[in-house]
């Protein structure tokens, strides 16, 4: 078949110089027929954002910390407008030429922009799973609304999306999440008790970003994809289900009415997700590494240990009730996983302290998206107390 | 949806006393509103047949035996039109009211029913291998000329056709085959000098008939299947892997362009794909048994060991020489399996057996179905001989 003239996608990445936002660019860089980069945008890493606009030549970056931003400005080579500031996302993401725009900016912090991309009618590669998380009905109703695209790029989702691809809606019967489990698989609470940040920094198959990476030892991070599976492909939560899978190979399954369960399996690389994101419903030929069946393999699958990894019951329950309760779950989670990333807190404190802010927050059912940042604002505010708090009386005592 | 008046399918099957024939009216069983069994046909046990009547009301049965036909003719309840010999097949596929004629007669015998069933315009649910081995270009040149669908029941092909669901054609890099590797997986060669035939019919995941039990054991069946599924998938033989799986839970996977892979899984019970084949590209609910991951699992996977199981390459070679000489390799092996389920030749000797068919075999290419047939009678009475002049041989020494 001939390819179609004018299928050259231009792309905007929020979080370029992030984990998510390099594996793109990784991907980009081997279809410079397919893809153009047209805009970048990062917090604060400089450095890298300038090597990054002299490779791809961006027509706008964003470095939202201005600081930063001036100590590059004289460096930026012509062609690329470098802005600074958080509203300078709106240029990165609304430019009149982009087609989609990669979301991979980390936690709560990704929303506003990901919402201004949806208003201005861009498809969106979504890898910040908290965005749907905080606000999966008013994110997914506007996506309806500007008629755009919202694709998964966890590796988890994209695996759905592909099991579910050509089957009907009402063929399936549930979707099985697999978990790798982290670093901590196994082990009893005891054990845990006193793990270090290092240790939980150890992700057995996954290369990511730090919060991603406690989230995945804590399992919060399978919970918070309970919550993204939900609003991505609108099945009810009890018919999502998680499955502990240690080796990562097979990314995630959907069991069908009739019995038959699909997989989709890979080595453990985001750009197989990314790409697949990006081509949907096509597939392009990659030189991504593949899965080699020529040597002895061994999968296994195990129950995930709920009384250990409180977490995932967790945001079951903050699905469950809804409203801007799972954006209090989540402002707590950022908060804890921070706290015990700088030392504060331990890891057995993380579910303590996330269950206490959902026990004091206040639902608001079918909330705004003002209350949603309310909630947020107000958990993070509670958890800070609470950590602050906690570290008075172990000083004391 | 509301479902479409009109929908109940009437089934033929040929072969409903064997394995999958009895498999297939458990299915048909479960969805009284959906399919009404219009002809039931076997080659001899009349017992069985005459219950299946009492059970299902057929318009049509079929016994090839007309001694066995004699034997229940009496007691054949009203409504059924009990009809014998090989020629009454024509009346159990291309009566008027068939709609899905499930093809499950053991071997070669399978052709010419399945054959006239496709000239009568009847979709064909193909669980007997050995018609797309024999006569794979024919048999899929006539389905596209009187615009048939050949769905496969084969658990393998099965999976592969539900992992292809969605997919484009040019999206395919390769099928994945996986292989249980029958009751000898493992073995070496030496250890396979003196297995009995229980040993070998000892399957241990699924429950089949003998000649396709024998077929798992020598890896011939996989072999088969290679060359059903190139002709299923229309999918270059060297882009057909095997890999063994003990387990037998993955039934195939087929890799894509991108990288990514995609598997079906369910537990080893020919119901699923049974029900697939008749309602693809739906699916219906069924309470077939489900896999069950709350139980700790453990799926393996190896290189098939081609030294030791010489059947695979032997299908492959026939398959790359094509023309008349895999319906050479598939006559040989039915005599083979024959003569080592009566005793006659040993586990080892059935490969060989199989070679030596092959290189006697003066190959014709772009066989019409007369050479089909010729090619298939020489073949048997090659293997005859060979065993033949074996016996004397051994009892001279």
Redesign the interface.
Known sequence: ?LEQPGTMKNIAILGSTGSIGRNSLEVLKQYPEKFRVLSLAAYSNARLLLRQIEEFHPAVAVLIDENAAGRIRSSVPAGTTLLAGQDALVDAVSHDDVDVVISAFVGFAGLQPTITAIKSGKDIALANKEILVVAGEIVTQLAREHDVRLMPVDSEHSAIL??L????R??VRRL?LTASGGPFVGKSREELAHVTIKDALNHPNWSMGNKITIDSATLMNKGLEIIEAHWLFDIPPADI?V?VHPQSI?HS?V?????????????PDMK?PI??AL?W??????S????D??M????????PDLETFRCLSLAREALEQGGTVPAALNAANEIAVEAFLSGTITFLDIPELIGECMQQHQNHQQPGIEDIFAADEESRQVAQQLIERNRRVTMTV
Do not use: H, N, W
Not at 165 to 168: I, S
Not at 281 to 286: K, N, Q
Not at 296 to 303: G, M, Q, S, V
């Open positions: 078949m592909q099991c691809t050509g089957e009907a009402k063929a099985i289900d499955v097979i399954m069991e069908f009415v009739d019995g038959s369960v699909k997989a989709q399996l890979g080595v197989l790409l697949y081509t419903p096509e597939r392009f030929t990659s991504f590494p593949r899965l069946f020529s002895p393999r061994d999968l296994t699958f195990r129950e």
